[in-house]
């Protein structure tokens, strides 16, 4: 497979360079960290007085980390390290709370951020002679425009359209031969249905590439998606926090993401004590962001969870890898001391036909002990009416939980719509411990 | 044979009265019931008089409902005839899953459901009628 560098150097810096960068870069965050009022009481209260208490890679755990409710407390200029002036771009999520997350860029910070897009761009395979149609949003929302500057760098042909209007969309992809998409995986499933009714067949479209970002979305959604267009789709990272799109893009390999790490320093941490886990364990992903002055942000949690493969890429990329998102420490729980994704719960109950897709998780105390109850429905259709069928089949979903989650489950049988049924983000977790 | 329905509901106050509600709006007869408990849930089998429509509507109303056949056999209501019963079968090595008895007051008749482990492997019909016991059929059972 051809591999293409945007700057070979950084992107194949051996380890030790790479973290003498990192080191050096880190130092001029500190810096402007301490230019922030946030920053200047949170770093001296744990006990780091100066930039040169951070000596080393390791000095950087010293460091406590930071959280999204920071950003929100500190608005609109308690993690500004740059005067007003010095910003040439603001971007904003309206968050569900209210209170924005804003981040500042100066033009330094743009330039880099910009680089670094260009580079994931580069690495998917994307060359000059591309034409890349944007149907993601423009505004506050760093994807839309991020890509647009980061193609742009590359040199490919950019069309700025937005999302909607799906006749437009087509038709545009038509008159210009659009190569690349960024879209989002729902409104590319959806035109896909659109494209009949618009008597246009794949095989008129050039595609063959796409950026799929800005929501979840499975690894199979990924392969259908390829299949329906014939194209490669690629995965990627990124949030407002640490610029936006681009912390973390999928090469030609799609063998998951590389981190830039000149450009970020990567942790996986307990999501419980903090702790910095060995690599390739599961944990939440915690960022540093080395290439923007006018907000620092050091040891982010960013409340995703994934997990890192130091192993050597075939592209020749010594960035290590991040795996797709597991999950997000919101939705995780914590069961005598395991860590348990309701997620892990639900491709168990999928998995089995005698009981519908409908289910509830409950966490009680039983003496000092957790427990945790599945509740199940019977699914009619494949009811039997045998009772040693029904035992047989709480013992199987409770083996196969085991088997996943390493927890000895109840498992409650219910009858047919029985459970609440939840709209969109279902909240099938009923935590009834009570905190100690 | 006869039709026994095998419900499923959980084991809590209201759910036996919520599959009655819905015979009598059928105006289903039930002739025989008992409940398998099993703690959390448990299993009631009903024998009624038009098992068919009966399955259809509790399908229909959302119930998981299983029809299975079932034995119903009956004899004069006369001390010993159940071990009679029990001694043939034993003598065909077969094994009674789930039985339920009565006597039907009209005509002192004892009837009992027999539900078997592997139905088809001898044939139970035989056996029993060869030690003077009737089975009833569909017809006769509704009829009574």
Same mark, same amino acid.
């Given at each position: ?7 070979p150097?950084?992107e194949?810096?051996d380890?030790?360079q790479?973290?003498?960068?990192? #080191?050096?870069? =880190?130092?001029n965050?500190v810096t402007?960290?301490?230019k ?11 006990g ?5 208490n ?5 000095d950087?755990?010293?460091?406590p ?14 993690l ?7 910003v040439?771009?603001i ?29 994931s761009?580069?690495a ?5 002679k591309d034409?890349?149609?944007?149907m ?10 991020? =890509?647009?500057?980061?193609?742009e760098r590359?040199g490919m042909?950019?069309i ?21 998409l ?26 063959k590439?796409?950026f #799929?970002?800005a929501e979840?979305y ?9 299949e329906?267009?014939?194209?490669? !789709? ?12 681009g912390? !973390? ?12 790490e ?8 307990d999501? !419980?004590t903090?702790?910095v886990?060995?690599d390739?364990?599961?944990?939440e ?11 620092? #942000?050091?040891r ?13 890429c ?5 960035h ?15 069961v ?12 168990v ?13 409950? =966490? ?15 699914y009619?259709?494949m009811?039997?009416?045998? =009772?040693?069928?029904?035992? !047989? ?9 085991k ?7 109840h ?26 | ?5 095998t419900?499923f ?10 599959i009655?509600?819905?015979l ?8 025989a ?24 509507v ?20 006369e001390?010993g005839?159940?071990a ?8 065909k090595?077969?094994n009674?899953?789930?039985a ?5 007051p009209t005509?002192r ?12 492997k ?16 569909d017809?006769?059972?509704?009829e009574?």
């Open positions: 497979m051809e591999v293409n560098y945007w700057n150097d950084v194949t810096l380890r030790g790479l973290e003498a960068l990192q #080191l050096e870069r =880190l130092g965050i402007q960290a301490f922030t009022p946030f920053y200047q009481k949170r770093l001296s209260r744990a780091i007085k100066s930039p040169a951070i000596q080393s890679l390791d950087l755990r010293k460091i980390f930071t959280v999204k409710d920071d950003l929100r407390q500190s608005f609109p200029k308690g500004m390290a740059v005067e007003m002036d010095e040439v771009r971007h904003s999520s309206s968050g569900t709370t209210g209170i924005p997350t804003v981040i500042y860029y100066t033009a330094e910070d743009m330039e880099n951020w910009t680089n670094i897009l260009a580079r761009i580069v998917t395979g994307c060359t000059s034409v890349f149609q944007n993601m949003s423009y505004g506050l929302f760093t994807g839309g425009l991020g =890509l647009h500057y980061g193609t590359v042909t950019v700025p359209i937005g999302g909607g209007n799906t006749r437009r969309q087509i038709q545009v992809m038509k008159d210009f031969k659009t190569t690349v960024h879209v989002t995986p729902s409104y590319l499933l959806h035109i896909h249905s659109k494209l009949a009714e618009y008597d246009t067949t794949i095989d008129e479209l050039h595609l590439k796409a #799929l970002g979840p499975s690894e199979n959604t990924r392969k259908k998606l390829e329906l267009y014939k194209i490669d !789709a690629y995965n990627s990272y990124g949030l407002s926090e640490m610029n936006g799109p912390v !973390a893009f999928e090469c030609v390999y799609k063998e998951d993401m590389h981190v830039w000149d450009a970020y320093i990567l942790e996986i941490i999501p !419980a903090g702790e886990l060995p390739g364990e599961t944990g992903v915690v960022l540093t962001n080395l290439i923007r002055s006018a907000l620092p #942000l050091m982010y949690r960013t409340r995703d969870l994934a997990f890192v493969h130091p192993e050597p075939k592209c020749g990329r010594t290590w890898r991040l795996s797709r998102i597991q999950g997000r420490t919101d939705d995780m729980l914590i005598n001391g395991v860590n348990v994704f309701p997620s892990q719960i639900e491709e109950i999928m998995s089995v036909p005698e009981v519908g897709t409908n289910y509830q998780i409950h =966490l009680t105390k039983a003496g000092s002990l957790d427990k945790l109850t599945v509740r199940v429905e019977i009619s259709k009811f039997t009416g045998e =009772l040693g069928e029904l035992e !047989a089949l709480r013992n199987r979903i409770k083996d196969k939980l088997a996943s989650i390493t927890i000895n489950a498992i409650e049988l219910h009858e047919p719509g029985s459970l609440p049924v939840f709209e969109g983000k279902a909240k099938r977790v009923v935590d009834n411990r009570e905190m100690l | 044979m006869a039709k026994q329905l419900i509901l959980e084991n809590r106050p209201g759910r036996i009265q919520s009655s509600k819905v009598v709006e059928h105006q289903m007869n039930v002739w019931f008992t409940i398998q408990d099993r703690g959390e849930f448990g299993l009631v089998k009903l024998v009624v008089d038009k098992p068919q429509q009966a399955q259809l509790m399908i229909d109303e959302g119930f998981a409902c299983a029809m299975k056949e079932i034995l119903a056999v009956t004899a004069d209501d001390p005839n159940l009679k019963l029990t001694a043939a079968l034993l003598e090595n077969v009674i899953k789930d339920y008895g009565f006597v039907a005509d008749k004892g009837i009992c459901f027999l539900e078997f482990e592997n139905p088809d001898v044939n139970l019909e035989e056996i029993i009628a060869a030690h003077g016991f009737t089975i009833l059929t017809e006769e059972l509704y009574l």
